[in-house]
């Protein structure tokens, strides 16, 4: 599984600093910074599912050929290992996907202040186009 390497170029954004609402560039720096570690968390689970599954006494019981699913036996510590960091990523994916939502907000908000008249595009999926009657 891949990651975009997509994040927020700050150097771009100093004009934010002068303007009515500086404190969204912390917003999204810790937008970004949520999705950097789900990222990192996600990436030590993928290499500790191959740890797992590459040691020795690891013994695959049952694999579904249609869901994908393993049933497997094998070392206490890793498949402690990889419980602690399936619950990992699952908290950093929620965390994450809640400070994305807050900062799209927060930069719509901000575009339609700053910016007004301008149209503003949504990304598509997170924020519901607003009538342009409520702009």
Do not use: C, W
């Amino acid at each position: 599984m891949g990651f975009t390497t997509q994040t927020v170029d700050f150097a771009g954004l100093g004009f934010l600093g002068a303007s009515s609402r500086p404190q969204l560039i912390i917003e999204l720096d810790v937008a970004n910074g949520s999705f950097e570690q789900f990222k990192r968390l996600a990436e030590f689970r993928n290499e500790s599912i191959e740890e797992f599954f590459r040691h020795p006494a690891t013994e695959v019981l049952e694999f579904n050929d249609a869901t994908g699913q393993i049933r497997a036996a094998g070392p206490l510590r890793l498949k402690f290992k990889l419980r602690q960091a399936n619950q990992g990523v699952s908290h950093a994916f929620e965390a994450a996907k809640e400070r994305n939502k807050e900062a799209i907000a927060a930069l719509l908000a901000f575009a339609r202040k700053e910016f007004p008249g301008m149209p503003t595009h949504y990304p598509s999926g997170t924020v519901p186009k607003l009538s342009a009657s409520s702009n």
